[in-house]
């Protein structure tokens, strides 16, 4: 789920900003910069300029994949909210990070990235040797089965997965009713999915290999959502799935994404 | 030789992207068919090569994979100073092969899941006496005219999609083009003057045109 906004919105009012403007406007109106550290300090949030700056919102699942890969590595960086209510992610300055109109963008110094599985891939590569590794150790046959896993995740279990959450938690926050046929369709396809898991995590400790890595991390926001909800059967009736999930989702990077949408 | 092998099906455009990388590599392999009409992708012995019982699956030596652009990267990678660089020419900075890895997903999560099913409807539907749904084709047009501007913008400014050299992000977009330009949205392509030259350059490709075999 990029967007959170479903149906149809009035066409924004047309934004003019001079080109240079458009990456480093800290007194933008709709714009507030909140610095989230790593380290837990008394006092509030102050407004400085980290070199990494992440634009979404921390409900948003594509987000919560950057955030997350972010806290992994014990990365500084201020997370610029984007105001989605108001189509802002489908005008400028916001198109011009991400021509597609969808949080996340990144910004890391003068680079902008967008698509959040190649973000957490850079951050992985640029960042490899803070935090946590992301990546399995080794070579090239090493790392190309954490790419199998990675396309996994994202061709695989990604467009039925968040299919289910959009069904049955978002549609609820804009008025809309779930579909109970739909979300018994798309079960059934995710039960095959997480059939396949389970026969894959009993004979590797997570997706990829042995160690954690971007190919179990990119799975945290969505299965975050449906544990929340009666879709959470599916998981939890497959040992080893439900013993993966509970590995993940108490990793405290992932604690501290979670913790962003009490904010 | 035990080598390289590829099982799947020659029209299947997730088995062309494979076949695709490999020809531009110049790299020997088998091609091993696999009969989609028969379901042999759905049974052992292939769920063990692919367990979610889609081509196409791979192997090269003792290294079994499938999803066909974790092949293509993993070939890329492994074949690095081969045939055709389908990297960054400079392989090694960071913040380039992230751009190129933005591409890699574009297609993969906006373009491919648009373009496959125009295919369906235009191509494969027909082959299995079935009919063209022409409002599921509107409304995929729509979408995918909205992504080919996108790219015309992008392609303003760079030759390719990832820079000025042809990449796997390039790549991956060739089979699914290549049979819509056999269909009335071929149209989307040829009325934007970039992606229209872009489309030209990819198709052309020698290795390109040896998947269309």
């Known amino acids: 789920m990029r967007t959170i906004l479903q149906g149809s919105l009035l066409p924004p009012p047309p934004i003019k900003l001079s080109h240079s403007s458009l990456l480093f406007s800290p007194s933008h109106s709709h714009y507030s910069n909140l610095k989230f550290t790593t380290k837990s300090s008394p ?221 | 030789m035990a080598g390289i092998k590829v099982f799947g099906h020659a029209a299947s455009i997730s088995t062309r992207r494979v076949l695709l990388t490999l020809h531009e590599k110049n790299l020997d392999f088998e091609l091993v068919h696999v009969d989609l009409k028969d379901g042999e992708h759905k049974k052992e012995p292939f769920l063990s090569r692919h367990p979610f019982g889609k081509v196409p699956a791979f192997e090269d030596g003792d290294l079994k994979l499938f999803e066909s652009r974790a092949i293509t990267q993993y070939i890329a990678h492994r074949y690095e100073g081969q045939g055709t660089n389908l990297l960054q020419p400079d392989s090694k900075n960071l913040a380039h092969y992230a751009i190129m890895a933005i591409g890699m997903q574009v297609e993969a999560h906006q373009f491919d899941p648009v373009a496959s099913k125009l295919a369906w409807e235009h191509v494969f539907k027909l082959i299995y006496g079935l009919t063209t749904d022409q409002a599921v084709v509107a409304e995929e047009e729509a979408k995918l005219a909205k992504v080919l501007d996108v790219y015309e913008a992008r392609l303003k400014e760079f030759k390719y999609l990832a820079g000025n050299t042809f990449t796997l992000t390039d790549l991956h977009h060739v089979p699914a083009i290549q049979y819509l330009l056999e269909t009335p949205t071929k149209k989307l392509f040829t009325e934007r003057p970039r992606v229209n030259e872009w489309v030209a350059e990819i198709t052309k490709r020698p290795a390109s045109k040896k998947i269309l075999q």
């Open chain 1, 43 to 263: 006092s509030p949030p102050t407004i400085t300029m980290a070199s990494i700056k992440v634009h979404g919102v921390p409900m948003s699942t594509a987000t919560m994949r950057v955030l997350a890969a972010l806290y992994e590595k014990d990365l500084d960086f201020e997370l610029i909210p984007v105001d989605m209510r108001a189509g802002a992610h489908k005008q400028e300055p916001f198109v011009s990070l991400n021509p597609f109109g969808q949080i996340p963008a990144l910004q890391d110094g003068d680079l902008t990235l967008f698509e959040s599985r190649a973000i957490t891939e850079y951050i992985a590569d640029e960042y490899s040797e803070k935090g946590e590794k992301l990546m399995c150790p080794g070579c090239n046959k090493v790392k190309a089965i954490t790419k199998v896993w990675l396309n996994v995740e994202g061709q695989q279990f990604d467009p039925i997965a968040s299919k289910i959450a959009f069904e049955r938690i978002f549609k609820g926050m804009f008025g809309m009713t779930t579909d109970p046929a739909a979300v018994q369709e798309l079960e059934g396809k995710l039960v095959r999915v997480l059939d396949i898991y389970e026969a894959r995590l009993s004979k590797s400790e997570f997706l990829a290999c042995d160690c954690f890595t971007l190919a179990d991390l990119h799975h945290l926001p969505v299965i975050h959502y449906l544990m929340g909800t009666d879709s959470k059967t599916l998981f939890e009736s497959r040992p080893k799935v439900a013993e993966w999930v509970k590995k993940i989702t108490a990793r405290p990077a992932w604690a501290k994404v979670v913790d962003l949408q009490k904010q």
